[in-house]
């Protein structure tokens, strides 16, 4: 080992980062020249007349279920897709291939106005089923090509070695390469679903009553956009860290046996 | 059905539990077709070791893999315990039980535990409960001197350790042979005993062996027969001692000769 000779280097440049960071905030907020005031904002967590949730929270229900139901379906979706990518049959594997790439490569946005405004309006969908159909779908191609890449770098002994016991193919696939490819994935998959529930906040557009659609209507009647805009996003913020934090607490569990 | 052709087939090959006829194999390599095995013909008998010598690319491991059908074969014929591939009734996984296999790199399966390891392939492939599967892994591990490790995962064990587990769970489907390729290969040099013991052991209580090994002093002692493979032929077939002492082949007594320089 070397000797870690310029670790103050490094703690030198921490410092003056958060040194900078900390006073471009608190010069724009003295520039602002803004009395804050976040005390309103409590009344639209919990309504004190009517005694139920407020904007808020239901907004943030509403991501909640977007993003759950779009990440159960576009992980379902996505795994069968990834399946059909590496089969052998070319005009399944071309067409999935030809899906993923068209919903990997729009915006999520124009994903969204197509489904809502063309699909939508064919098949009467809600608002709510528009965007959660959009964002599953828009999920499930990425969840299908981290599920395609992570199936092709399986290590070919660990296959020879199944087979060479005697296991048919359905065993294989079962207990000894899903366990180990899903392991793999789970990095990439938590990566995806953080990106999937900040995204969700695009289906405000179509107005879904999500979080941020719920910050625009506060804004409309409060006009405090600042407070507002500060508060949603440290909302995003917990929900998604509470999110990864589980995903790395699960890698954690699970990496026993896989890298020692 | 199945039950009377099995009977019928080890009659024919009386107790050859290995036959091998003129098969052949070839690579798609950049320079065209490249033959890996050129018309290989071998019979493993019960009870017999045989180890196959040869300079890397002379075709030993593709004889192993062919023999369990992890590569398949351009001609020729492969018969294991009466059932030929291809003719045989029985789906290829159910041929593959007859035989265990040991790899170079082990190739433990890294989310199982040691135990987990050894019991998975009676419990799949023999339909054993867990209790009795787990029985059976934890006499195996006991005999490859590992029953402290059981609860281990593949990663916390050494090199030599990953091959004994590996040795174990081969064994636990009970197979008639037990291929072995080059089990030693991927050791450090002081942990190759730990490995070759075992495999004494095993030859010692009469289990039917075909290994691929660069350990020729161990190739020595545990064989029954030694082999040079050649370009993807048999050039010797000898008893170890005639084999080491009084080679025929000019390439073999090459090949012996570089490795005693």
């Known amino acids: 080992m070397y000797p870690r000779k310029l670790s103050w280097i490094f703690t030198i440049l921490s410092v003056m980062v958060l040194l900078g960071a900390s006073s471009l905030l608190f010069l724009s907020f003295q520039r602002l020249d803004?009395?804050?005031?976040?005390?309103?904002?409590?009344?639209?967590?919990?309504?004190?007349?009517?005694?139920?949730?407020?904007?808020?929270?239901?907004?943030?229900?509403?991501?909640?279920?977007?993003?759950?139901?779009?990440?159960?379906?576009?992980?379902?979706?996505?795994?069968?897709?990834?399946?059909?990518?590496?089969c052998p049959e070319p005009l399944a594997r071309k067409s999935a291939t030809v899906f993923v790439d068209v919903f990997r490569n729009t915006p999520v946005l124009v994903q969204l106005y197509v489904m809502y405004f063309i699909v939508g309006?064919?098949?009467?969908?809600?608002?709510?089923?528009?965007?959660?159909?959009?964002?599953?779908?828009?999920?499930?191609?990425?969840?299908?090509?981290?599920?395609?890449?992570?199936?092709?770098?399986f290590d070919k002994g660990q296959w020879d070695a199944?087979?060479?016991?005697?296991?048919?193919?359905?065993?294989?696939?079962?207990?000894?390469?899903?366990?180990?490819?899903?392991?793999?994935?789970?990095?990439?998959?938590?990566?995806?679903?953080?990106s999937l529930v900040k995204d969700s906040s695009l289906v405000s557009v179509i107005s879904v009553n999500d979080l941020t659609k719920s910050a625009l209507n506060v804004i409309a009647v409060s006009f405090r956009s600042f407070e507002t805009w500060f508060v949603i996003a440290i909302i995003y913020c917990l929900l998604n860290y509470a999110l990864s934090s589980y995903g790395r607490y699960l890698e954690r569990r699970l990496r026993v046996g896989l890298y020692g | 059905m199945v039950k009377a052709e099995s009977q019928q087939g080890s009659d024919q090959k009386s107790q050859a539990l290995i036959s091998l006829r003129s098969v052949s194999k070839s690579y798609q390599g950049p320079q065209g077709l490249h033959p890996v095995l050129q018309g290989l013909s071998l019979d493993v008998m019960?009870?017999?070791?045989?180890?196959?010598?040869?300079?890397?690319?002379?075709?030993?491991?593709?004889?192993?893999?062919?023999?369990?059908?992890?590569?398949?074969?351009?001609?020729?014929e492969i018969t294991v315990c009466g059932h030929t591939y291809g003719q045989s009734s029985l789906p290829v996984h159910?041929?593959?039980q007859f035989t265990g296999m040991v790899f170079q790199r082990f190739e433990l399966f890294p989310h199982l535990s040691v135990l987990e390891n050894v019991a998975l392939a009676p419990r799949l492939t023999k339909s054993w409960a867990k209790d009795r599967a787990e029985a059976k892994a934890h006499e195996l591990l006991e005999r490859v001197g590992l029953k402290d490790h059981v609860l281990k995962y593949?990663?916390?064990?050494?090199?030599?350790?990953?091959?004994?587990?590996?040795?174990?769970?081969?064994?636990?489907?009970?197979?008639?042979?037990?291929?072995?390729?080059?089990?030693?290969?991927?050791?450090?040099?002081?942990?190759?005993?730990?490995?070759?013991d075992i495999l004494q052991d095993l030859a010692d209580g009469g289990m039917t062996m075909l290994i691929v090994t660069h350990e020729m002093a161990f190739a020595r002692r545990v064989s029954t027969a030694c082999l040079f493979l050649e370009g993807g032929r048999i050039v010797e077939?000898?008893?170890?001692?005639?084999?080491?002492?009084?080679?025929?082949?000019?390439?073999?007594?090459?090949f012996l000769r570089i490795l005693h320089a």
């Open chain 2, 94 to 96: 159910k041929i593959r």
């Open chain 2, 46 to 76: 019960k009870g017999e070791r045989l180890s196959l010598i040869g300079p890397s690319g002379s075709g030993k491991s593709t004889c192993l893999r062919v023999i369990n059908a992890l590569e398949t074969i351009s001609g020729g």
């Open chain 1, 121 to 153: 309006t064919a098949l009467e969908l809600s608002p709510e089923m528009a965007g959660i159909l959009t964002l599953s779908l828009f999920c499930s191609a990425y969840v299908a090509d981290i599920f395609r890449a992570n199936v092709l770098e």
């Open chain 1, 34 to 86: 803004y009395t804050w005031d976040f005390a309103f904002l409590k009344d639209y967590f919990w309504e004190p007349t009517s005694g139920k949730p407020g904007l808020i929270l239901q907004g943030l229900w509403g991501t909640f279920y977007i993003s759950l139901l779009s990440i159960v379906g576009g992980s379902v979706i996505g795994l069968l897709l990834g399946l059909v990518m590496i």
């Open chain 2, 237 to 254: 077939q000898a008893t170890p001692d005639e084999f080491f002492d009084n080679p025929k082949h000019p390439r073999l007594q090459q």
């Open chain 1, 162 to 194: 199944a087979r060479a016991m005697g296991l048919h193919q359905g065993q294989i696939a079962l207990y000894i390469m899903a366990p180990q490819i899903l392991r793999r994935m789970l990095p990439a998959l938590v990566g995806q679903f953080v």
């Open chain 2, 154 to 196: 593949p990663s916390q064990l050494s090199g030599g350790q990953q091959q004994r587990v590996s040795i174990a769970r081969a064994l636990a489907i009970e197979p008639e042979v037990l291929l072995c390729d080059e089990p030693t290969s991927a050791l450090d040099p002081e942990l190759v005993h730990e490995v070759t």
